[in-house]
Every structure is written in structure tokens, then in C-alpha cells.
């Protein structure tokens, strides 16, 4: 047996177009051809050659719980990680669109990481090599360094 990797990971949300929106001019996913499923959804993929869907976003009914909406937040899954290059840009982009976000060093590693939520309140990781980046390390202060188990989601900025 053999598990070569990740294929996908889905989210339930309730705004799919704010959620393409938000996967597409933030992170730069492309979104790409989704079988029709008889309800809402999209599949979204890095813009490599040839790249495979990464993102399953679905809405409407399979996307309800038993009380008939989209529950919000990570619930088992704490966050979904995106190997990433050009901290700075990153970081720099998600200033100038006001999104809320943390930064964090990993400790005894070259690993710098950014932390931010999608409009479903999931919570995303991106992972740098630091010893590739330019410019200056992560901000570990107060307010700013990343806190696991800490939610900074705010569900009015989208």
C-alpha cells in the first residue's frame, strides 16, 4: 500500500462566490472544470501546467448540517497548509485587501508560515522556506505572531 499524497480537500461554505472570490485573488487559485454534481460547488487548482484541483468548495444542500446551514470554522481540521514563496508579497497582499492574518517562525527551523481564514472560517497555513525569502523574518510580536488554538477569525471582513 501506498499514499502518494494529497489529492484534495473540501469546504462547505455558504457564499461560493465570495469563497472562489477570496481563493482566487488571494492565494491565486484558478478555478477549473468541476463535473456537474447537481448542486452548487467549484473545483480550484494551482495555475501550473496541468495543475489538479487542490480545492473542492461546495454549497447548497450537501453543503447544510442537520439544522439546515453551513457550519462555520475548522471543527476537526485545525487548517489547511499551502507550500508558498514570496512571504513578503503575501503578507504585503493581504494588508493592502484588510484581511486579518498571523505570522509565525517555526521554532529551530527555516520554516516561516502566515496564517489567515477563508470566508468559511477555515483557517489556512502558508508554508515558506525562509531561506529563500528576502526581507525580514516574521513578526513574532504580540498581536501579530500566531497563536495555535487562538481563532482571529472575523467573519464581518468578507
Request: proline share 8%.
Amino acid at each position: 500500500m501506498i499514499t502518494n499524497g494529497l489529492f484534495h480537500i473540501a469546504v462547505k461554505t455558504n457564499d461560493l462566490e465570495a469563497t472562489k472570490d477570496f481563493y482566487s485573488k488571494v492565494l491565486g487559485l484558478i478555478e477549473i472544470f468541476r463535473p456537474d454534481f447537481g448542486f452548487p460547488g467549484a473545483w480550484l487548482a494551482a495555475p501550473i501546467p496541468g495543475g489538479q484541483a487542490i480545492l473542492h468548495c461546495y454549497a447548497g444542500g450537501p453543503a447544510l448540517g442537520a439544522d439546515g446551514t453551513t457550519p462555520l470554522g475548522t471543527a476537526a481540521i485545525d487548517h489547511i497548509s499551502f507550500s508558498c514563496s514570496g512571504y513578503h508579497e503575501y503578507r504585503n497582499h493581504f494588508i493592502e485587501m484588510d484581511l486579518p492574518f498571523r505570522e509565525f517562525l517555526v521554532p529551530n527551523t527555516s520554516i516561516w508560515q502566515l496564517f489567515i481564514y477563508d470566508p468559511s472560517g477555515v483557517q489556512l497555513e502558508l508554508t515558506f522556506e525562509g531561506k529563500i525569502e528576502k526581507g525580514p523574518l516574521p513578526d513574532m510580536s504580540d498581536g501579530r505572531r500566531y497563536v495555535a488554538g487562538s481563532s482571529f477569525f472575523d467573519p464581518t471582513v468578507f
